[in-house]
């Protein structure tokens, strides 16, 4: 993966890291950014991989463009430019981490949010300013936040604007951990480092049935566990455990 401009993207075996690089506009979301993010999924589809996302400049994205925002029309807001590329990377097949430092407001938060897991730092400020804008949170805060902080909280943030601290975020269940600046993308890392120990069918399958909606289940658990039973690796895995425990 090469050619960003707006990203930079290094890819190791098990795991991308995907740092948004427009530090002369605080990572600001523009369109060159999402159609590489768009790239940046393709491949993930292809060749599914653990995504850590995380920002340069100590920012992780200060939201969307507002110079390219103001120019957008009806017609733009219809074909959800952003809720199209965080739904995409929502849907990814392994899960995608979210580090988080400094600003992720607006669109930057709504990225966030379309992550499976989040850590970030003390100096995180996240939060849906847009009706100060003039607009709406349409790229998924309505509808994701609510699912991650609880509908209540979720309704206070998106109509006052109220911006979050790292510790309130982590209160509220939006952030599982907090971590120094500098310890930041080693403790994405470290995460990774535990899905990436797991069979990676099984964590595919999992994060697809957590998406499921509920009138699948259980039938998706069962769909699910019925290509697992099957599996080689599982029974290497489950052989390894009653070995290890034989021998104690």
């Known amino acids: 993966m090469t050619g960003y401009s707006t ?58 463009d507002i110079a390219e925002l103001r120019e957008r029309t009806a017609a733009d807001a ?17 899960p995608v981490i979210a580090a988080l430092d400094g600003y992720a407001l607006g669109g930057g938060a709504e990225l966030a949010y379309a992550a499976d897991l989040r850590i970030g730092t003390p100096r995180l400020r996240i939060g849906n300013p847009e009706t100060g804008l003039g607009i709406i949170a349409a790229a998924g805060a309505l509808w ?53 120990a797991n069979d990676p069918q099984a964590t595919r399958l999992t994060k697809r049935v957590l998406r499921e909606p509920a009138e699948r289940h259980p039938a998706a658990e069962r769909e699910a566990q019925a290509v697992l039973f099957e599996s080689p690796e599982k029974r290497r895995r489950m052989t390894e455990f009653l070995e290890r425990r034989s021998r104690r």
């Open 7 to 64: 990203l930079a993207v290094e890819e190791r075996g098990d795991r991308v890291v995907v740092t948004l690089d427009r530090p002369e506009r605080r990572n600001a979301i523009d369109q060159q950014m999402v159609d590489e993010l768009h790239r940046v999924c393709a491949t993930l589809e292809v060749q599914p991989r653990i995504l850590i996302l995380t920002g340069s400049g100590g920012i992780f994205a200060s939201g969307a």
């Open 78 to 94: 219809a074909s959800g430019i952003n809720d199209t590329i965080f739904t995409r990377i929502a849907m990814l097949p392994m």
């Open 144 to 196: 994701r936040l609510p699912e991650l902080v609880g509908l209540p909280l979720a309704t206070e943030l998106v109509l006052t604007g109220r911006i979050l601290t790292g510790e309130e975020a982590l209160a509220a269940g939006l952030v599982g951990d907090l971590f120094e600046p500098g310890e930041l993308l080693a403790g994405a890392h470290a995460l990774a480092d535990r899905i990436a």
